[in-house]
């Protein structure tokens, strides 16, 4: 199985303060990557030098042959990746379905003038737009939400909300930020659940940032960890449980960090 | 449920009936109201297309504009230019002070597109000023503070448009055509994207869109709006002035979109009917008509954000009924504690 | 070159009336990044006051305008006490854009009132600064511009002390830094931001009564001016940052006496401009300014 993701010594520095200071991994196609690491630890900052939030430093990001390093935000899903926020950055005031129609917009080939006067373009991208949406609901077992106001609902749907918005995109990569943050035990599990499916029948590549360790530790292939923004250390499930390092890194520092 | 919920779940039951019959009584009022009813609601019809204009770029993408009134006024000048000048044709005149007013738009939004938020605001309110400083300075294109008279009828293959029912079905039959264009495309990937901007820019960037590009076609689209209003009211009113374009007139456009409601087509009508009415209504409140509207968008935004239409996106997180029950469970709290520090 | 002088002793004493006008802008800016649409109507709201209570004390001398000029300062500076109190302290959770439409609101409503009071004509304001000029060499130095200049000077270097030794001072750059970090760590809140309103439409009073006087003109058309240029002010130096209202406010007034002068009077606005817009762009958050954070 090739490596979907390489990142290579990437480093993200903000006028003195070393976010991520030369964080190396890659992520096989298929699997589902774990990242793990105390608050503070640059976990986001990753995510956002790689996705064009952030331009790096320095380092290289490889995704799928490509050389995407410093490439802007709005380029990621033509590349195939998709993620969401750990402060869900989805509508509030709008519909579910609108929330999902949103992500297919790379996908809708019409223009303004056909969207000025309804041409038979437009309303067939519409349409398609539309199905794609309710298949990505049916997917995740929302689509009975479709018209409801996404500010409505309860946490852990609007949470679901944003991951069909991302999926509508038809990654290769799915980057979620904490997905399960703010949940309690079902709907953390209902939403894993959920994630695995896709997985599967969506062939996706999956990274993931989580606090939550028997979610992690359960649903990971590989899981990385970071601390003060260097990665601390990598490996199967089972083996980062035992490291030393890593419980230290958890127990030692304590509480009060800065979100990372 | 609110009385406003309610009359809202009642509209849309009865979307197409009900619309028809507005339809027809709008199609009808000239000959059931008096002359000056017919003025006034010549004049929404105008103003209620700058109010869509603005909507595009405020209440459907976000983009804070207090100086709108310049966009309004490039349309106006243009076609008084045009007009009185070079007898050029209706339609062409309304096209080409839209597109003048939608270039001046685009030049205006482009800086502030890499800098804050803040700026298109500041930069447009600036814009207004400068505009009303050339108009006033350049005599001998604008007339300067005289401003442009004489500006002649519209004419349609042959028909001259000069009395007040002519006028009024024109305007209607413009404000109708934009408004219905406008409409495709917010139901479109433009208008998802456009509120999404408005809600959440980083979340739609993320999914693939160019913010930037979709703020400058916003801006230049509600701009060409804006200007052809601008048109339109030239003709209209034949003469205008640089005072017909103040600053207090972009904030009464602004109110309208508030009042109306922001991130809402219809808010656009309805604000516009209501600051237009409201000093008709309360005739002595006329002069304070600034002031009046003021108030209202103050309380409003503190009572009922969204409001006349009531966009989910702009309305807070708690209902009025919710903020009474709040400040009376305060004052409750605030009693009992009371008490207690006695005993 | 003497004429280039001239100018350019014209534009700083402008630029120094530009600077006050901004201090108090700048605060409520930098505090809570909101556009206080209603800065330039609440001080002229003040001025008219000052206005008023010159005409019934008299212009003349030290204590009369003095009086009159704290009377109108206080007065604006309580209705800003209002106005943040009812206007923007219960929206200030929401959105911004909900803020801003609200101050826009209070703006049109401060400038009714004013309207109501005073008349929409223009009323020729008392001059009560010294009306002597010095001569240096050829260039005419008016005794006003350094009063002025002095004026501002001295009251932006109180605000910076002020602002960096008190207790209240403390508190704003908290306030500054996260508003419900500030109120964690002690800072009263609702102490604070009223008196951060109260000293804009104070210190704007100031402001609008040097500019009146200056150019012995008042009109209720000068306040949205005056949010324009206080704006611009606050944009170039900074948001928070007092030195940037004085070096932005003089950078604004010399570069519109220029223009006026080598080019033509409707320049003077539109030069403003370019130099903020090419400010910006190496700096994007003024001369002074610091970056907020937002979170992603």
């Given at each position: 199985m090739s490596n979907l993701l390489t990142v290579t010594d990437l480093k993200m520095h903000f006028s003195g303060v070393k976010a991520v200071d030369g964080v190396s991994f890659s992520v096989e196609e298929g699997s589902l990557l774990?990242?793990?690491?105390?608050?503070?630890?640059?976990?986001?900052?990753?995510?956002?030098?790689?996705?064009?939030?952030?331009?790096?430093?320095?380092?290289?990001?490889?995704?799928?042959?490509?050389?995407?390093?410093?490439?802007?935000?709005?380029?990621?899903?033509?590349?195939?990746?998709?993620?969401?926020?750990?402060?869900?950055?989805?509508?509030?005031?709008?519909?579910v379905l609108e929330n999902v129609m949103m992500g297919n917009y790379?996908?809708?080939?019409?223009?303004?003038?056909?969207?000025?006067?309804?041409?038979?373009?437009?309303?067939?991208?519409?349409?398609?737009?539309?199905?794609?949406?309710?298949?990505?609901?049916?997917?995740?077992?929302?689509?009975?939400?479709?018209?409801?106001?996404?500010?409505?609902?309860?946490?852990?749907?609007?949470?679901?909300?944003?991951?069909?918005?991302?999926?509508?995109?038809?990654?290769?990569?799915?980057?979620?930020?904490?997905?399960?943050?703010?949940?309690?035990?079902?709907?953390?599990?209902?939403?894993?659940?959920?994630?695995?499916?896709?997985?599967?029948?969506?062939?996706?590549?999956?990274?993931?940032?989580?606090?939550?360790?028997?979610?992690?530790?359960?649903?990971?292939?590989?899981?990385?960890?970071?601390?003060?923004?260097?990665?601390?250390?990598?490996?199967?499930?089972?083996?980062?449980?035992?490291?030393?390092?890593?419980?230290?890194?958890?127990?030692?520092?304590?509480?009060?960090?800065?979100?990372? | 449920m609110t009385v406003?919920?309610?009359?809202?779940?009642?509209?849309?039951?009865?979307?197409?009936?009900?619309?028809?019959?507005?339809?027809?009584?709008?199609?009808?009022?000239?000959?059931?109201?008096?002359?000056?009813?017919?003025?006034?609601?010549?004049?929404?019809?105008?103003?209620?297309?700058?109010?869509?204009?603005?909507?595009?770029?405020?209440?459907?993408?976000?983009?804070?504009?207090?100086?709108?009134?310049?966009?309004?006024?490039?349309?106006?000048?243009?076609?008084?230019?045009?007009?009185?000048?070079?007898?050029t044709n209706f339609f062409i005149t309304l096209i080409c002070s839209g597109i003048v007013a939608g270039v001046v738009g685009f030049i205006i939004c482009v800086p502030s597109l890499r800098l804050s938020a803040d700026f298109v605001g500041l930069l447009s309110t600036a814009l207004l000023n400068i505009f009303l400083a050339i108009v006033r300075a350049w005599t001998d294109v604008t007339n300067g503070a005289s401003g442009i008279v004489g500006i002649p009828h519209p004419v349609i293959f042959g028909h001259e448009f000069k009395s007040k029912e002519e006028?009024?079905?024109?305007?209607?039959?413009?404000?109708?055509?934009?408004?219905?264009?406008?409409?495709?495309?917010?139901?479109?990937k433009i208008g998802l994207c456009m509120k999404g901007i408005r809600d959440n820019e980083i979340g739609t960037i993320a999914v693939g869109v160019k913010s930037r590009q979709m703020k400058l076609l916003t801006f230049t689209l509600g701009s060409f709006v804006g200007g052809v209003a601008g048109s339109l009211y030239a003709y209209y009113i034949s003469a205008i002035t640089p005072d017909n374009f103040v600053f207090a007139i972009s904030t009464t456009f602004v109110q309208m979109c508030v009042i109306g409601g922001l991130g809402t087509l219809s808010g656009a009508v309805v604000g516009t009917v209501f600051v237009t009415f409201l000093p008709e209504v309360f005739r002595s409140l006329a002069v304070y008509r600034l002031g009046v509207g003021g108030l209202v968008m103050v309380i409003l935004m503190v009572i009922r954000p969204q409001g006349i239409s009531g966009s989910k996106a702009f309305a807070a997180d708690f209902s009025i009924a919710d903020r009474i029950r709040q400040w009376r469970l305060k004052r409750e709290q605030k009693k009992v504690a009371a008490t207690e520090l006695e005993v | 070159m003497t004429y280039f002088l001239q100018q350019t002793v014209n534009g700083i004493s402008v630029g120094a009336i530009y600077a006050m006008i901004a201090v108090g802008y700048s605060m409520v800016y930098g505090l809570l990044y909101?556009?206080?649409?209603?800065?330039?109507?609440?001080?002229?709201?003040?001025?008219?006051?000052?206005?008023s209570c010159m005409t019934v004390f008299g212009s003349q001398g030290f204590f009369s305008p003095l009086v009159s000029c704290l009377i109108g300062a206080c007065v604006a500076g309580f209705v800003g006490i209002l106005t943040e109190r009812f206007a923007y302290r219960p929206i200030r959770s929401g959105s911004r854009n909900i803020s801003m439409v609200s101050a826009l609101g209070i703006s049109a409503l401060l400038k009714t009132i004013s309207q109501v009071i005073w008349g929409p004509e223009s009323k020729a304001f008392p001059s009560f600064l010294p009306d002597g000029k010095i001569m240096l060499g050829d260039i005419v130095l008016y005794e006003r511009c350094i009063w002025v200049v002095a004026f501002s000077v001295i009251i932006i270097a109180a605000m910076m002390l002020i602002v960096r030794y008190t207790k209240f001072g403390r508190g704003t750059r908290f306030i500054m830094?996260?508003?419900?970090?500030?109120?964690?760590v002690g800072v009263n809140v609702n102490f604070v931001v009223p008196a951060i309103y109260a000293l804009g439409g104070f210190l704007g009073t100031l402001g609008g009564v040097l500019y009146s006087s200056y150019y012995s003109l008042i009109s209720i058309d000068i306040g949205i001016l005056g949010t324009i240029k206080a704006w611009a002010v606050v944009t170039l130096g900074g948001p928070g940052s007092l030195v940037g209202c004085l070096v932005g406010g003089v950078i604004l007034g010399w570069s519109e006496a220029m223009a006026s002068s080598y080019f033509f009077n409707a320049a003077r606005d539109a030069v403003g401009y370019i130099v903020i817009i090419a400010v910006l762009m190496i700096r994007p958050y003024g001369l002074f300014g610091k970056a907020k954070a937002e979170k992603v």
């Open positions: 774990g990242i793990i690491g105390p608050n503070g630890s640059g976990k986001t900052t990753v995510y956002n030098a790689l996705t064009g939030v952030y331009t790096p430093t320095s380092g290289q990001v490889m995704f799928d042959g490509k050389d995407i390093t410093g490439k802007p935000m709005y380029s990621m899903v033509r590349y195939g990746i998709a993620r969401t926020f750990q402060n869900l950055r989805h509508y509030r005031g709008m519909t790379s996908n809708d080939r019409s223009g303004f003038v056909d969207a000025l006067f309804h041409t038979p373009k437009f309303k067939k991208y519409w349409k398609e737009t539309k199905e794609r949406a309710r298949e990505v609901l049916e997917l995740v077992h929302l689509e009975d939400k479709a018209n409801e106001y996404v500010g409505s609902l309860p946490y852990g749907l609007q949470k679901r909300v944003e991951l069909c918005r991302a999926l509508i995109t038809d990654p290769k990569l799915l980057m979620l930020d904490e997905p399960t943050a703010g949940l309690n035990l079902s709907e953390a599990s209902e939403l894993i659940h959920s994630v695995m499916e896709v997985k599967e029948k969506r062939h996706l590549t999956v990274t993931m940032i989580e606090h939550n360790m028997k979610v992690m530790m359960s649903s990971s292939d590989h899981i990385i960890v970071l601390d003060s923004g260097k990665k601390i250390a990598e490996g199967l499930p089972a083996e980062i449980q035992q490291n030393e390092l890593v419980i230290s890194a958890y127990l030692g520092k304590g509480v009060g960090r800065h979100a990372s | 406003v919920n309610r009359v809202q779940q009642l509209f849309q039951k009865y979307k197409l009936p009900i619309l028809i019959i507005l339809g027809l009584i709008v199609l009808a009022l000239p000959f059931l109201v008096n002359a000056s009813m017919v003025r006034l609601l010549t004049t929404v019809f105008i103003y209620s297309l700058t109010a869509l204009g603005l909507m595009l770029i405020f209440g459907f993408t976000g983009m804070f504009c207090t100086g709108f009134a310049a966009f309004y006024g490039t349309g106006a000048y243009v076609t008084a230019i045009l007009a009185t000048r070079y007898g006028y009024y079905y024109l305007m209607l039959v413009m404000a109708v055509i934009v408004y219905l264009l406008i409409r495709n495309v917010l139901n479109s | 909101l556009i206080n649409f209603a800065h330039g109507d609440l001080y002229v709201l003040g001025t008219f006051v000052v206005f830094q996260d508003i419900t970090t500030a109120s964690l």
